[in-house]
């Protein structure tokens, strides 16, 4: 069974802190790895990856992944109170039935005060 | 911007009654999902479509069904609503890899 662990299940920060998200992995015939964001409607894409040690960079967030210890972080500089919300990463796997589908971890809440 | 569409965006009704969510993409994608979320929970896959006529049970087990006569419309049914329905459904499609863009969410609540 495909498996998706974030880690910290919560974080607390203030303006203008870094912070890392951790995500780690099992799943079989790996395809991908996503990170979404997800305030209170639906989660919102941000980063697609699938080959290792090759940064993908949006504003203040990048991202990273390591296909050979199975983990990727996100990590968001200088935060703002509008990066408040619950970061979801996602693994597909490819080939068979399961192709397209999506295991999802169980998010990290991100709080940043001002 | 993805071009997914679900309505109705919140719905309250009584137990026993049947209701139609509904999802529509614009962007041809052939892959379609529903998922459900408890607030606060994980994203549980319920139902996907790789196509027309094609539809599949997800990981997690619902009462819910699903059909899938038109590319761009993946309706999800429940002919009897209970309570234990409470939960907020959220529809999406990919394209041919594997990002999968989401829906606003449909909050059903069963009273």
């Known amino acids: 069974e495909d498996k998706v662990v974030q880690s910290p299940l919560s974080l607390v920060v203030h303006e203008g802190d870094t912070v890392t998200l951790n995500c780690s992995y099992e799943?079989?015939?790996?395809?991908?790895l996503l990170w979404y964001k997800q305030e209170k409607k639906a989660p919102t894409f941000l980063f697609m990856l699938?080959?290792?040690?090759i940064e993908k960079k949006s504003g203040r967030l990048s991202s990273i992944l390591d296909k050979k210890e199975l983990f990727s972080i996100l990590n968001i500089t200088a935060t703002q109170t509008g990066d408040s919300a619950v970061y979801l990463c996602?693994?597909?796997?490819?080939?068979?039935?399961?192709?397209?589908?999506?295991?999802f971890g169980q998010g990290t809440i991100l709080t940043v005060h001002p | 911007e993805a071009d997914i569409y679900q309505t109705p965006r919140y719905l309250v009704i009584g137990t026993g009654k049947k209701i139609t969510l509904e999802c529509s993409q614009t962007m041809g994608h052939d892959k379609m999902y529903w998922y459900q979320q408890d607030p606060g929970m994980e994203l549980h896959l319920i139902h996907y479509s790789y196509g027309v006529n094609s539809t599949e049970k997800g990981d997690l087990s619902s009462e819910s069904t699903v059909s899938r006569i038109r590319t761009e419309h993946f309706p999800l049914t429940l002919e009897s609503a209970r309570p234990s329905h409470t939960s907020q459904y959220l529809c999406?499609?990919?394209?041919?890899?594997?990002?999968?863009?989401f829906g606003e969410g449909s909050w059903l609540t069963v009273v």
């Open positions: 799943v079989t015939n790996f395809r991908s």
């Open positions: 999406a499609s990919s394209d041919l890899g594997n990002t999968i863009y």
């Open positions: 699938t080959s290792s040690g």
């Open positions: 996602a693994v597909g796997n490819a080939g068979g039935t399961s192709y397209g589908k999506l295991t």
